[in-house]
């Protein structure tokens, strides 16, 4: 498992389906709602176009990581709770859903079940749609329409923002910055957050009254996910209102929106030409806009790498065979390692011999584990947010292009589990 890493849906074509197990293998993808968004329109615009679901969706629902995956919370659930005084790391973690505390004997954690977008994904590959493939995109629309864009100009101005003085996409980051940041009119910037973020109203009250007793604080102080939501909104509407970016605005947003999603990962991949003028704008120091053709490109020659080794080899199964990228030769990869997991190289290759009685109990743990019924509230005695265990569901195919994701003789039952 390598760094966390945002594709957008653009990245993801770009693959063979082999490329794609080694994007899977070599990073922890982070799968936004976004992607999903995309996913979904492009199924609507197959069925317009007479053309089968099968075909549109499927090579995309193929590729898409199903053994290191984590589908992030959406960015408006997010906001709600960010706003409220709920914490939301920002530290290249993905914002996943559903942990649930459990206890096996004397250790606990949390458990996830298999997310309900994998569920998604693996339903798409055979051709069934259900209405949860419906969920962000009628979030994301209804985010789109409840206001015009002349109306978020409006709302701009209210913070004395005048878009038309704007002439680079640098000086509408320093605009977007400098509200964020500020404290002067914070009942004008909450308003304006609340407007152009679609916050429920009835929040606004005790919300303001958290910031009454804070003292006012900066919007990036008080609520720093939303405040690097809000500071992407001004951006855009900034940058399109001075044309640094095309008046298509609609379609341009939702690409856009793929950076509300930065916090959480390490690097970002897309072969989007308004990702490449824009993300940089948003990384954060450590963080890396990856171009998705040089990524494909060193993919590829990992393949190869790889598919030197003997077949009764292969049969092994990835993590036997691939623990970590090539570490001869110049590859991409290999070098997005050496910045985020500094000491992999030197790591002793050799493994201690299996035991089998110790193999069997781990699996009995984990079994217990995962079986575990959820703990009520006042059960819970340790801290969820830094949790000693942690047990993820997974459906994996066994085999995936021409590689062995798991190995070949492995249980049918020991799949769908990491």
């Keep these: 498992m390598g760094p966390t890493l945002l594709f957008d849906k653009s990245a993801l074509q770009a693959l063979s389906i082999d490329e794609s197990v080694w994007l899977d293998q070599f990073f922890l993808p ?32 193929a590729r898409t990581p199903e053994v290191h995956g984590y589908p992030n919370v959406f960015h408006g659930q997010l906001c709600v709770a960010n706003i409220q005084g709920y914490p939301v790391p920002l530290d290249g973690r993905p914002a996943i859903a559903g942990g649930q505390p459990v206890r ?22 055979e051709g069934k749609f259900l209405e949860i493939e419906r969920k962000y995109a009628a979030a994301w629309r209804a985010s789109l329409s409840h206001l015009s864009f002349d109306e978020v100009i409006e709302e701009l101005k209210k913070i004395k923002i005048i878009p038309e003085k704007c002439k680079t ?42 910031a009454s007793a804070m003292g006012y604080p900066s919007l990036a102080s008080f609520a720093p996910y939303v405040a690097h939501v809000l500071s992407v909104e001004i951006f855009f509407y900034v940058a399109v209102a ?59 020659n990992i393949d190869v790498f790889f598919d030197t080794l003997p077949e009764n080899e292969k049969e092994k199964g990835l993590f036997t065979i691939a623990g970590h990228p090539p570490k001869d ?27 089998p009685d110790a193999e069997k109990k781990l699996v009995e743990h984990l079994r217990k584990f995962t079986d575990a019924e959820p703990l009520e509230p006042d059960e819970v005695d340790f ?34 589990k990491e």
């Design 30 to 61: 982070v799968i936004c709602p976004i992607f999903y968004v995309e996913t979904l329109a492009d199924l609507e615009k197959a069925i317009r176009a007479g053309r089968t679901p099968e075909q549109e969706v499927g090579l995309i629902a």
């Design 329 to 355: 030769g110049d590859y991409l990869v290999s070098k997005l390692w050496d910045a985020y997991l500094p000491g992999w190289r030197t790591r002793p290759e050799t493994k201690p011999p299996k035991d």
């Design 104 to 125: 096996a004997g004397n250790r606990t954690g949390l458990k996830f079940d298999v997310a309900p977008e994998a569920e998604a994904f693996g339903r798409w590959q």
């Design 242 to 300: 001075a044309s640094q970016i095309s008046k298509e605005w609609v379609t341009n947003k939702i690409d856009l929106a793929y950076l509300y999603y930065l916090p959480f990962c390490k690097i970002f991949t897309s072969g989007d030409k308004l990702h490449r003028r824009c993300a940089p704008y948003f990384l954060r120091d450590g963080q890396q806009f990856v171009w998705a053709q040089d990524l494909k490109n060193d993919l590829k």
């Design 383 to 416: 801290d969820v947010n830094d949790p000693e265990n942690l047990a993820l569901a997974r459906k994996v195919r066994r085999r995936k292009g021409k590689w062995w994701q798991v190995p070949k003789d492995l249980k049918s039952s020991d799949t769908d």
């Design 169 to 210: 996409l640098e000086e509408a980051k320093k605009i977007a910055d400098a509200i964020v940041n500020s404290r002067d009119r914070p009942f004008e910037v909450m308003a304006v957050t609340f407007a152009l973020l679609g916050i429920p109203p009835q929040l606004s009250r005790p919300v303001l009254e958290r």
